[in-house]
């Protein structure tokens, strides 16, 4: 049974017919990233865009089984053994582009389109393809290797559009690299850089007398373009990014959570310990490569720029038996794949084990390799529902 978007109305099975096919080299690993990664966008568009419910697709799997010039195809596939006649024929539904699909690199316009539009209709923050231009006001190492800059800009002013959000974790920044290509190269270096660009979180972000100042940690991996970047740059050089979004960290509002950082998400969990608004203080398991890399927590403290409540409170509390559980993982040189991930899982275990927390929800990011491993192996560990744990992708091992 196949459904389109426009009426919801179920319509006959020629309608997949009524797309045109796309046969670009790179259209199936794309369709296996968005599955893989974009999991929940999936299901907010079936909200958004079409009459189900989210009780329709509890007991439900969502899999983006095409991409048309057109739309999107999304399957609904469900597992109960209680089908309704309607749900034993896995029904399609067509999701439409704003405008069709002529070259590859259309793709990822659409879709941020179909993103913004099911956001909207949802009430939800969503991606932004805003530019803006920062000043470089100060930068230091606040840990080994972690590099802050610390940012000002005529555009960064609370109440126009493209404020800097002062309360919201894991916010990210895409820079353009590429912008500051000329300061960064050394003379005579003919290597082109070799991305263009690169997602960095705001770490912080506050309102002083002429602006917002904001904090951007750079973790430095040695000779890498995002740390090349980073290094490179000196107070009163300009950055600039071309696309903002907000991270998923709603579902940590309640319950007994479970924070996994590695080097480049230590500032989303530093920002996230800041703003915990959450009973119940988290575990948080991080992995780095160096023992020194650890020391960035040492700062870090619990509720104290949380948004509602009383700080006071809870700072008193944090300091007493309410504060955040660190567990270390000191993992050398494993830091990609599987490898990685069983590692974190077995670390968890033997916590557990002396230990015993239920934990009820998730947030974590790491290498591609790592995150997609640690899914399957949380979930067996834990068991529990697909939103509740969000393990996101922060970087892909060469
Ligand atoms: C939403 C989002 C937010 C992010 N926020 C931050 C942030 O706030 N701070 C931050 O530092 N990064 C952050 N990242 C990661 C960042 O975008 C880069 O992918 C990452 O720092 C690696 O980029 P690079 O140019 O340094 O190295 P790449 O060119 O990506 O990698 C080159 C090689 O460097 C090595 N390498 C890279 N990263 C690591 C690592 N973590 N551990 C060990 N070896 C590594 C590997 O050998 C890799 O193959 C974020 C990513 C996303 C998607």
């Known amino acids: 049974m196949t459904y389109s978007t426009t009426s919801a109305n179920p319509t006959s099975y020629a309608q997949a017919n009524a797309y045109t096919p796309l046969n670009f080299p790179e259209l199936v690993s794309a369709i296996i990233h968005i599955n893989e990664e974009h999991y929940d966008e999936l299901l907010g568009f079936l909200t958004?865009?079409?009459?189900?419910?989210?009780?329709?697709?509890?007991?439900a799997n969502v899999q983006l089984v095409d991409i048309y010039a057109e739309a999107i195809a999304l399957q609904i596939q469900y597992k109960g053994t209680k089908k309704t006649s309607a749900q034993a024929h896995n029904p399609t539904f067509f999701i439409a582009f704003t405008a069709p699909i002529t070259q590859f690199s259309d793709l990822n316009t659409q879709y941020i389109l179909l993103k913004q539009q099911a956001?909207?209709?949802?009430?939800?923050?969503?991606?932004?393809?805003?530019?803006?231009?920062?000043?470089?006001?100060d930068r230091y190492k606040?840990?080994?290797?972690?590099?802050?800059?610390?940012?000002?800009?005529?555009?960064?002013?609370?109440?126009?559009?493209?404020?800097?959000?002062?309360?919201?974790?894991?916010?990210?920044?895409?820079?353009?690299?590429?912008h500051n290509a000329s300061a960064s190269q050394n003379v005579g270096d003919k290597a082109s850089p070799t991305r263009a660009h690169c997602y960095y979180t705001l770490r912080k972000a506050w309102q002083t007398s002429d602006g917002v100042r904001a904090w951007v940690d750079v973790f430095l991996h040695g000779?890498?373009?995002?740390?090349?970047?980073?290094?490179?740059?000196?107070?009163?050089?300009?950055?600039?990014?071309?696309?903002?979004?907000?991270?998923?960290?709603?579902?940590?509002?309640?319950?007994?959570?479970?924070?996994?950082?590695?080097?480049?998400?230590?500032?989303?969990?530093?920002?996230?310990?800041?703003?915990?608004?959450?009973?119940?203080?988290?575990?948080?398991?991080?992995?780095?490569?160096?023992?020194?890399?650890?020391a960035y927590f040492d700062a870090v403290k619990i509720g104290t720029d949380?948004?509602?409540?009383?700080?006071?409170?809870?700072?008193?509390?944090?300091?007493?038996?309410?504060?955040?559980?660190?567990?270390?993982?000191?993992?050398?040189?494993?830091?990609?794949?599987?490898?990685?991930?069983?590692?974190?899982?077995?670390?968890?275990?033997?916590?557990?084990?002396?230990?015993?927390?239920?934990?009820?929800?998730?947030?974590g990011a790491l290498e591609a390799g790592t995150a997609k491993a640690l899914r399957g192996?949380?979930?067996?560990?834990?068991?529990?529902?697909?939103?509740?744990?969000?393990?996101?992708?922060?970087?892909?091992?060469?």
């Open 119 to 137: 956001d909207k209709k949802l009430g939800k923050k969503t991606i932004k393809l805003t530019k803006q231009t920062f000043l470089v006001q």
């Open 223 to 294: 000779d890498t373009p995002g740390g090349h970047w980073a290094s490179s740059l000196q107070i009163g050089d300009t950055v600039m990014s071309k696309r903002e979004f907000p991270e998923k960290t709603a579902h940590l509002q309640d319950g007994q959570a479970l924070l996994i950082a590695d080097e480049t998400s230590m500032p989303t969990v530093a920002r996230l310990l800041e703003l915990w608004d959450n009973p119940i203080p988290p575990l948080v398991l991080c992995v780095t490569q160096e023992l020194a890399d650890q």
């Open 377 to 398: 192996l949380i979930q067996q560990r834990l068991g529990l529902e697909r939103s509740d744990s969000v393990i996101k992708v922060y970087w892909r091992k060469d």
């Open 142 to 178: 606040v840990s080994q290797n972690m590099l802050r800059l610390e940012l000002t800009g005529s555009t960064l002013d609370v109440s126009n559009k493209n404020s800097v959000p002062v309360d919201e974790a894991g916010y990210a920044y895409l820079f353009d690299l590429a």
């Open 48 to 59: 958004a865009f079409t009459s189900l419910s989210s009780e329709d697709m509890n007991e």
């Open 306 to 363: 949380k948004k509602n409540g009383d700080k006071t409170r809870q700072s008193t509390e944090c300091q007493t038996d309410n504060n955040f559980m660190l567990l270390p993982l000191v993992a050398g040189k494993i830091h990609s794949g599987k490898e990685l991930a069983v590692l974190i899982d077995q670390t968890l275990a033997n916590y557990l084990t002396n230990h015993p927390l239920q934990i009820e929800k998730v947030w």
